[in-house]
Structure formats: structure tokens, C-alpha cells
């Protein structure tokens, strides 16, 4: 079969090429692997951090390698500095077609016992509270438009429980419930909203004493970024137009959902 047929098919099929995309946290992990994903398949990207230095790093490689990438910093605690965001997606790309948030914190392993109201309010307020700024901030461009496809990455600590960071796995909860709920309000306006629930990936945020054994992952590896990112481009793209509400677990066979 010829090469050129078969990937000018899958462009077609998914229909991401030339679409503006915002990815939050894109300067590490699952989001530079999200943002390398996006941009590979014809995506703009205005790819969102604090980290500069290394949100730079990657936007210059993906530049170099023929993506179209703005780094901007973006502390999603900030609400200006989401407006900023979703302005330069307009200013520069004609609109906000995807929005990925992906940007979070952990909680470093804290039992119920160590955590105050300080320490809850702090990862409630990053984890979910600013995933629900920034989907009000996009709306808007995305109706106008009548179209929109919005990524939440929630975790498996959602879905199975987990032994510590009980304020991490509510955030996250909370991520499934808003997806769930935002998917039966604007679906009426073709905007599409689904959340990944990963299970353990290869980044710095997975904890020391986690392991392929301890997590029971039946294809015998850790994730890696790229399986969150081809994850992320399937639900950004024309190819999952019947999906809406919906949580798709990467986890190589971790849990069954
Ligand atoms: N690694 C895993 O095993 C795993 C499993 C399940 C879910 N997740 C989720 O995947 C996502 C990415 O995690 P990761 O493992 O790549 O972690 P990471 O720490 O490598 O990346 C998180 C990124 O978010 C950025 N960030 C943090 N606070 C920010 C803020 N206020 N504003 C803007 N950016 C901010 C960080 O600078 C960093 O670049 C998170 O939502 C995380 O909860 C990760």
C-alpha cells in the first residue's frame, strides 16, 4: 500500500490538522507528551506552564521539528493569565478548537491524617477549580463557533482509590463529575467533553514506591507521555465525534472501568 495514501487517510479520518489547541502543563510529562502529539498530527498549539525554561525546551523542539508551538506562560491559578491564553489561541490561531487541561499538582503521599484545610484547599483549587476556569474561559470561542472538544486528565486515583493523597483523588473525582455533567449541557452546541483517567505513566510526578508489580499492569510496562498523548488526539479529533461524557482509562490493564 502506498505510504503517502495511508497517512493522508488518517489526517482525513481525524481531521486535526490545522485546528488550535491549548494544552496546560505542557512543559513535562503527560503534557509535553499531549503537546509532541497534538503538533505531530497538524495541531497549533499554544502550549501553557510556569516551568519557562523547560516549556521553552520543548516548544523549541517541536518547532524544529515543523509544529507550529507558542510557549506562554500560564499559571492556571490566574485567571488573567488564562485569559491571555485563550486570547493568544484567537489572536493567533483564529480560535480555540481543543482545550486539554492537564496541568495539575500532586499531594507527594499525604495521608488524611497530614493534610489541613490549607493543604486541601491548595490541590482542590489547582486540580479542579482551574479546569472549570479555564473550560468557562473557552466556551464562549467554542460556541460562537458551535464547535469544541475539551480533554480533562483525571487519574486512576478517581476510579480505584489509592493509599494517600485523599485530596488529590477528590480533585480528580471532581473532574470525572464536571466532564460528566458539562458533556449533557453542550452537546446542544457540538462541543465534546471527555476525560483521561491514566493510569501510572512515566513522569517525574510517580511516586517511588510505585512499580509495574504494585500497580498490576497487565502489559507489563509503565505509560509513557506518548500513550496520553495518542489518547488525547483521538478524543480531540473527528475520529471520536460519537464520544461525549466519557472516561477513557490508559493503563495498561491496571483496572478495568
Ligand atoms: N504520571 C502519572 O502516573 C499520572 C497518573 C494519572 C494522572 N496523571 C495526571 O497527568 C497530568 C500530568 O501529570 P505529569 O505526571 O505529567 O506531572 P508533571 O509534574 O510532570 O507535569 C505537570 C505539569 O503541570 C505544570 N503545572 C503545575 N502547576 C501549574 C500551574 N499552576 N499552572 C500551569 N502549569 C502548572 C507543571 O509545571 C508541569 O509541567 C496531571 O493532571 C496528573 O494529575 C498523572
Redesign the pocket.
Known amino acids: 500500500m502506498n505510504e503517502r495514501y495511508v497517512i493522508q487517510s488518517m489526517y482525513d479520518y481525524f481531521k486535526l490538522a490545522g485546528k488550535s489547541a491549548i494544552v ?8 509535553a507528551g499531549i503537546a509532541e502529539t497534538l503538533s505531530s498530527l497538524g495541531v497549533n498549539v499554544v502550549a ?4 519557562d525554561d ?1 516549556l521553552a525546551e520543548v516548544a523549541r523542539r517541536l518547532n524544529e521539528a515543523g509544529g507550529t508551538v507558542t510557549p506562554l506562560h ?4 490566574r485567571t488573567e493569565d488564562i485569559d491571555r491564553a485563550v486570547q493568544t489561541a484567537v489572536d493567533s490561531y483564529g480560535g480555540v478548537d481543543i482545550l486539554v487541561n ?5 499531594g507527594g503521599g499525604k495521608k488524611i491524617d497530614d493534610i489541613d484545610d490549607a493543604e486541601w484547599d491548595r490541590l482542590i483549587e ?2 479542579l477549580t ?1 479546569v472549570y476556569k479555564f473550560i468557562m474561559r473557552v466556551l464562549p470561542h467554542m460556541r460562537a463557533k458551535k464547535s469544541g472538544k475539551i480533554v480533562n ?5 478517581a476510579i480505584t482509590g489509592d493509599w494517600s493523597d485523599p485530596h488529590y483523588a477528590a480533585a ?1 473525582g471532581g473532574v470525572i463529575s464536571l466532564g460528566r455533567e458539562l458533556a449533557v449541557e453542550l452537546a446542544k452546541d457540538h462541543i465534546y467533553i471527555n476525560t483521561i ?5 512515566r ?4 511516586l517511588p514506591w510505585e512499580s509495574v508489580e504494585a500497580n498490576n499492569i497487565l502489559v507489563g510496562r509503565l ?1 509513557e ?1 506518548g500513550d ?1 498523548g495518542a489518547t488525547t488526539a483521538f478524543l480531540a479529533s473527528a475520529a471520536s465525534d460519537f464520544y461525549t461524557g466519557q472516561v477513557l482509562c490508559p493503563n495498561g490493564g491496571s483496572w478495568m472501568y
Do not use: W, Y
Open positions: 496546560t502543563g505542557a512543559a513535562n510529562g503527560i503534557g501553557c506552564d510556569i516551568e523547560a500560564c499559571d492556571i491559578r492537564n496541568a495539575a499538582g500532586c489547582l486540580n482551574c486528565i483525571s487519574s486512576g486515583a480528580k483517567a491514566p493510569g501510572l505513566i513522569t517525574r510526578m510517580v505509560g507521555p496520553i
